[in-house]
């Protein structure tokens, strides 16, 4: 079974850029033929999805987010990562990595998710 | 890409059913059947209920059921349990291969 985990700095500055990273094991990036997205959570809201690459490489964003967002694989290491430019304290949130798991005809559904990792944007 | 529409709160007493509904538009919900259904209880991962409208992933209880009707899907909760207390969201795949999440729903059981 995939498993999924999230690294990165808890604390970022305003107008900077958040940079996390999702390490994969039980499963390869470069041969599952999965898509794989991040999500993230505000305190105390729900969820909202950021964004999902194609193993291959090909991305798609959320509309309000997609000029700040890449997303990008790491195949050798079996990672994927997340940059979050030009950030305000609305990009504080816990940020989800996450996965189907298995080959959907688009980005359609997560079972597979990391724990999460809380990202807070302050000076 | 606007948000899907849930309920914020639904409640109900242990054994009875219950439902959540999601209403979209045609461009999410109604043209796709690709709505899933996410629990989460507090400071956990979400978790997969349902996908493609009305599949289950393999471990998740048959008291989880889903349905579309239109632009509006629906999760159903049978035979409520005191661990199914938790947050419950909805997604749909949209127009021009995104995805767009509901609010989310706050399931109570008294």
């Known amino acids: 079974q995939v498993r999924l985990q999230e690294s990165g700095p808890g604390l970022v500055k305003p107008s900077e850029t958040l940079s996390l990273t999702c390490s994969v094991s039980?499963?390869?990036?470069?041969?599952?033929?999965?898509?794989w997205g991040w999500i993230r959570q505000p305190p105390g809201k729900g969820l909202e999805w950021i964004g999902s690459?194609?193993?291959?490489?090909?991305?798609y964003s959320n509309f309000s987010l997609k000029s700040r967002v890449t997303i990008s694989v790491d195949a050798p290491k079996n990672q994927f990562s997340l940059k979050l430019t030009s950030v305000t304290a609305a990009d504080t949130a816990v940020y989800y990595c996450?996965?189907?798991?298995?080959?959907?005809?688009?980005?359609?559904?997560?079972?597979?998710w990391g724990q999460g990792t809380p990202v807070t944007v302050s000076s | 890409q606007s948000a899907l529409t849930q309920p914020a709160s639904v409640s109900g007493s242990p054994g009875q059913s219950i439902t959540i509904s999601c209403s979209g538009t045609s461009s999410d919900v109604g043209g796709y059947n690709y709505v899933s259904w996410y629990q989460q209880h507090p400071d956990k991962a979400p978790r997969l209920l349902i996908y493609d409208v009305s599949k289950r992933p393999a471990g998740v209880s048959n008291r989880f059921s889903g349905t579309k009707s239109g632009n509006t899907a629906s999760l159903t909760i049978s035979g409520l349990q005191a661990e199914d207390e938790a947050d419950y969201y909805c997604c749909s795949f949209a127009t021009s291969i995104t995805l767009v999440l509901g609010g989310g729903t706050k399931v109570t059981v008294l």
């Open positions: 996450a996965t189907p798991g298995t080959t959907t005809v688009g980005t359609r559904f997560f079972q597979h």
């Open positions: 690459i194609y193993y291959r490489g090909t991305t």
């Open positions: 039980g499963d390869s990036i470069s041969s599952g033929g999965y898509y």
